[in-house]
């Protein structure tokens, strides 16, 4: 009778250590940890110029935004708005790169002032909160924080990065 209680036994744990690893993996996976996701963001130094407007943007770490290059070159922003406007005319702004060459975005969170991905960021329009270059983009973590913040300063709608367009963007300088 010991023999085959010891042996269940083993069964048991090797099946339920298998479930576990799997588990362990499948949340690892799900939520992006186990694989970076690009490279970190980078402080802006005195010198760096937000290549839309030309304001030097330390002076603005609350609403800094940052384009990171696979070559390593970062462009930085003193908002959401005039990151949005590079991006849509990388052409104009930075000729000799193209979206493709773009490693990661990151946009300022509005109430951690964190850099944050800008793809997972819920931006907030038509809002009373000016950044230094007039109306803006307000960009959150969640949804939640987006909507109180929505009814709070009488924003206009929320939208996620694929929803950000030229015309978007446009009619924030209005």
């Given at each position: 009778m010991k023999a085959g209680w010891d042996r269940?036994?083993?069964?048991?744990?090797k099946n339920h250590r298998i479930a576990l690893i799997a588990g362990i993996l499948i949340v690892f996976f799900l939520t992006g940890s186990a694989f970076p996701q690009g490279p970190a963001?980078?402080?802006?130094?005195?010198?760096?110029?937000?290549?839309?407007?030309?304001?030097?943007?330390?002076?603005?770490?609350?609403?800094?935004g940052e384009v990171i290059f696979k070559d390593g070159a970062v462009a930085y922003f003193d908002g959401a708005k005039d990151l949005f406007k590079y991006y849509f005319n990388l052409k104009k702004y930075n000729p000799g790169k193209t979206r493709k060459d773009i490693s990661a975005i990151y946009v300022t969170?509005?109430?951690?002032?964190?850099?944050?991905?800008?793809?997972?960021a819920h931006f907030?329009?038509?809002?009373?909160?000016?950044g230094p270059m007039g109306r803006?983009?307000?960009?959150?973590?969640?949804?939640?924080?987006?909507r109180a913040f929505k009814?709070?300063?009488?924003?206009?709608?929320?939208?996620?990065f694929e929803q950000v367009t030229p015309a978007v963007i446009g009619k924030l300088d209005d």
């Open positions: 269940r036994r083993r069964v048991f744990f963001p980078v402080k802006p130094s005195k010198k760096d110029k937000c290549p839309v407007c030309g304001m030097f943007v330390y002076k603005y770490p609350d609403w800094v969170e509005y109430y951690d002032v964190k850099l944050m991905d800008a793809h997972k907030v329009t038509g809002s009373d909160v000016y803006e983009l307000i960009p959150f973590f969640t949804q939640e924080d987006a009814k709070d300063h009488k924003g206009k709608r929320i939208l996620v």
